[in-house]
């Protein structure tokens, strides 16, 4: 399942109790009827309150909460019977492979961000209005930062600049067009990341790659909403600042309200239209 770390918590701690937890529920399935069912109980309980500073409410309702474990527990005065026994049964071995392929996943995930650089997240604004077109920008130099850049593309972003290839602005038609050549070209279909721009002697560049929705996720009703949700889902097993980077200010209000590392960027003022003429 995707996972979705709590703000503050610790992605090595949220891996060891999602382990404790498993391998609790392992000792409990040795256990024998009345045994076992208060033990899946004990469980239940006490894995709440060990990963609920750590994950969601919505990801322990998943792992642990879910529908069948409602069920035995409605079903307390039958406990023993074959019927609850193999609601129990089936529930234990579905609950233990989950968090072992939920503590697979997060560790695949920490590795995956642990790559070098600074992560950017230009958000669909930055695409329209940034003084240079995406195959020129120099954010090393825009940015002021002496690290090689990595940028990040959510799936939403693409999607958007999509749908600006209709807009009646010809200015913003042409760069989300050029914006989406330009993604298309450096990553060449991969699921990995490409080159923007190869950088210095040192090899302090801008690599770039698109994030997709995980498996199962359900996009916020507002799509900024769902840019900031995913620096955040980055940011929290990365363990480490995703700088959203945009000419919105709504959306860098966002960012700083929600922890997320921003950059707000500025076009130029345009001049101040005259004062309308006095009336008699």
């Known amino acids: 399942m995707s996972l979705r770390l709590v703000p503050g918590a610790d992605r090595d701690n949220t891996i060891k109790g999602l382990q404790e937890a498993a ?69 234990i071995e579905e609950r233990i492979r989950a968090l072992e392929e939920t503590v697979t996943e997060l560790k695949d995930e920490v590795r995956r961000w642990s790559r ?85 002697a040192l090899g302090r560049g801008v690599t770039l790659e698109i994030v997709l929705d995980p498996p199962g996720h359900v996009r916020l009703p507002i799509e900024d909403d769902e840019i900031i949700d995913r620096g955040l889902a980055i940011q929290s097993i990365a363990a480490r600042p995703v700088t959203l980077l945009t000419y919105d200010t709504g959306q860098s209000t966002r960012a700083r309200l929600l922890g997320l590392g921003y950059h707000k960027l500025t076009k130029p003022p345009e001049p101040e239209p005259p004062a309308p003429a006095p009336t008699r």
């Not at 040795?30 to 994950?55: C, F, K, P, Q």
């Not at 919505?58 to 792992?63: H, K, P, S």
């Not at 042409?174 to 990553?187: F, I, K, M």
Request: glycine share 6%; aromatic share 6%; hydrophobic share 40%.
């Open 116 to 200: 070098a650089g600074v992560f950017v997240m230009p958000d669909t604004s930055a695409y329209i209005n940034y003084p240079k077109k995406l195959e020129n920008w120099d954010l090393r130099t825009d940015l002021q930062m002496t690290e090689s850049i990595h940028l990040l593309v959510p799936i939403i972003v693409v999607d958007e600049l999509d749908k600006l290839k209709e807009h009646k602005d010809k200015h913003v038609r042409w760069r989300a067009g050029h914006s989406l050549g330009v993604l298309d070209e450096r990553l060449q279909g991969k699921a990995e990341s490409g080159v923007l721009d190869p950088g210095d």
């Open 23 to 91: 391998n609790r529920l392992m000792t409990t399935r040795s256990l024998r009827d009345e045994a076992r069912y208060l033990g899946y109980g004990n469980w239940a309980n006490d894995t709440v309150g060990l990963l609920r500073h750590m994950i969601r409410p919505v990801d322990l309702e998943a792992m642990v909460l879910t529908r069948r474990y409602w069920a035995i527990q409605s079903l307390a005065h039958d406990q023993g019977t074959p019927v609850v026994n193999q609601l129990l049964n089936m529930e």
